[in-house]
Each structure stands twice: as structure tokens, then as C-alpha cells.
């Protein structure tokens, strides 16, 4: 069974950084697109940023220049960068690993809290 564990989340002031981390199995990491989404409370999850298996990142409006999408095939992890939060951002972060339609998982999530 695929395991998908994310970690790093909290509470930060408007303004501040936050690292997020999302430990995999390393044929998962090597071989699948990873993504990083969020949801609030009665919202649809929406993507935050994806990494392709050849290094590709793609990212949302509302995060660029802001959030970074990285691997670290060190750690079996990909990981998401965000600075300057503010406090639209508070949201569960929850990590993603896609292959297909039928090979599609996700972790529990992580919950982000901006606030002063």
C-alpha cells in the first residue's frame, strides 16, 4: 500500500514562512507526478503546485513567486516552500502522487494556519 505522509504544517503570522514536507515511497517519488493541494471547509480542494517525474513544476495563480515546489531524493520527499503567507492561505495541505486514474493517492494532510 502506497504511504503518503505529510508534515511541517502550523501556525505562522501574515507574512511568514512555512516549509511542507510529504515523505513517499521512492518508486513513487521517481516515478509520479507529485502535487501539493488544499482545502478549506466547505470549498473543493484545489492544486497548489505539481512536480512532474522529469522535474516539471507547474503552480496556481495565487501562489506563484511565493510557494516552491521541490524534490529531495534524499529524503523520499517532495517538498513545498511557501513565503509571504497571508491568511487566505490557511487551509489542510494535503500531498498527492498521480500516475493514472487508478493509481491515485493521497495523504491525510496537514493543516495550515495563518494568523495574527
Known amino acids: 500500500q502506497v504511504q503518503i505522509v505529510e508534515s511541517g504544517g502550523g501556525l505562522v503570522q501574515p507574512g511568514g514562512s512555512l516549509r511542507l514536507s510529504c515523505t513517499t515511497d521512492r518508486h513513487i517519488l521517481r516515478f509520479y507526478t507529485m502535487g501539493w493541494y488544499r482545502q478549506t471547509p466547505g470549498n473543493q480542494r484545489e492544486l497548489v503546485a505539481t512536480?512532474?517525474?522529469?522535474?516539471?513544476?507547474n503552480y496556481a495563480d495565487f501562489v506563484k513567486g511565493r510557494f516552491t515546489i521541490s524534490k529531495d531524493d534524499t529524503r523520499n520527499s517532495v517538498d513545498l516552500q511557501m513565503v509571504s503567507l497571508k491568511p487566505e492561505d490557511t487551509a489542510v495541505y494535503y500531498c498527492n502522487a498521480h500516475w493514472s486514474e487508478y493509481n491515485d493517492y493521497w495523504g491525510k494532510g496537514t493543516l495550515v494556519t495563518v494568523s495574527s
Open positions: 512536480i512532474s517525474r522529469g522535474g516539471t513544476t
